[in-house]
C-alpha cells in the first residue's frame, strides 16, 4: 500500500532563511508525488509533482522538491522564506498507478517570522 | 472560470439530521473525489468517481453516501449526522494526477 510520512507536524523559520520541509513516502511502483499548500481558511493549491521525469521539480512560488528514490524521500525545499509562505503543507503519493486517488500525510505547518 | 464549487460554506446540524453537500466542477473533469479534513490528521478519502455512474469508496466511507449522474456533479449525502462528522469536507475533481480542490464545506454536528 501507498503512504506518505510528513516528519515534522510543525517547521519555524525566519524570513530569508532556507526552508526544508521532510517527506518519506512507500510505495510498490514508481510513484507520483505532490506537495500541496493550504493558506488559513483556504482550500488546497498544488505546489508541484512528480511523475518519473527529472528527479528534481520546481513548483511555484520557488518551491522545489527532489525525488530520491534510494531513501524514499521527497523533501521540499525554498531557498529564502517569505511572511507569505506561512500555511500547512501536505505531502500525497498517488494511491493507484492512474494517479486518480491521493493519500495525504499528516500536514506540516510552516510558520515564519520576521 | 470557476472550477470547483462547493455549496454551503458553513453548515450546523443536529445529531440524526440528514443533508447533501453540494459540489460542482466545469472543468469537464471525468475523476471527483470527497475528502475530509480533521485536525492533525490530514486528508481522508471518503468516495470518489472516475466518470459518470460510476463511484467507489475511500478510505472512511461509514456514513456517507455519493451519486454521480453527471460529469459535473459529485454530491455527498449525510443520512444520519454525528458528532464525529463534524469535519471540513473538500471536493476535487481531476483529469489526471494534478487535482483541483475547491473551498471546503465547514460541518459541525451538535
Known amino acids: 500500500a501507498q503512504s506518505v510520512t510528513q516528519l515534522d507536524s510543525h517547521v519555524s523559520v525566519s524570513e530569508g532563511t532556507p526552508v526544508l520541509l521532510r517527506c518519506n513516502y512507500s510505495?510498490?511502483?514508481?510513484?507520483?508525488l505532490f506537495w500541496y499548500v493550504q493558506h488559513p481558511n483556504k482550500g488546497l493549491q498544488l505546489l508541484l509533482k512528480?511523475?518519473?521525469?527529472?528527479?528534481l521539480v520546481k513548483g511555484i512560488n520557488g518551491f522545489e522538491a527532489e525525488f530520491k528514490k534510494s531513501e524514499t524521500s521527497f523533501h521540499l525545499t525554498k531557498p529564502s522564506a517569505h511572511m507569505s509562505d506561512a500555511a500547512e503543507y501536505f505531502c500525497?503519493?498517488?494511491?493507484?498507478?492512474?494517479?486518480?486517488?491521493?493519500?495525504f500525510g499528516k500536514g506540516t505547518t510552516l510558520s515564519v517570522s520576521s | 472560470n470557476a472550477g470547483v464549487t462547493q455549496t454551503p460554506k458553513f453548515r450546523i446540524l443536529k445529531i440524526g439530521q440528514s443533508m447533501t453537500l453540494q459540489c460542482a466542477q466545469d472543468?469537464?473533469?471525468?475523476?471527483m473525489y470527497w475528502y475530509r479534513q480533521d485536525p492533525g490528521m490530514g486528508l481522508k478519502l471518503i468516495y470518489y468517481?472516475?466518470?459518470?455512474?460510476?463511484?467507489d469508496k475511500g478510505e472512511v466511507p461509514n456514513g456517507y453516501n455519493v451519486s454521480r449522474s453527471t460529469t459535473e456533479d459529485f454530491p455527498l449525502r449525510l443520512e444520519l449526522a454525528a458528532p464525529s462528522q463534524t469535519s471540513v469536507y473538500f471536493c476535487?475533481?481531476?483529469?489526471?494526477?494534478?487535482?483541483?480542490f475547491g473551498q471546503g464545506t465547514r460541518l459541525t454536528v451538535v
Open positions: 472543468m469537464n473533469h471525468n475523476y
Open positions: 510505495s510498490s511502483y514508481s510513484p507520483s
Open positions: 500525497v503519493v498517488a494511491a493507484n498507478q492512474a494517479g486518480t486517488a491521493l493519500i
Open positions: 512528480y511523475t518519473s521525469a527529472a528527479t
Open positions: 468517481s472516475v466518470g459518470a455512474g460510476i463511484t
Open positions: 476535487a475533481s481531476s483529469r489526471d494526477t494534478e487535482a483541483f
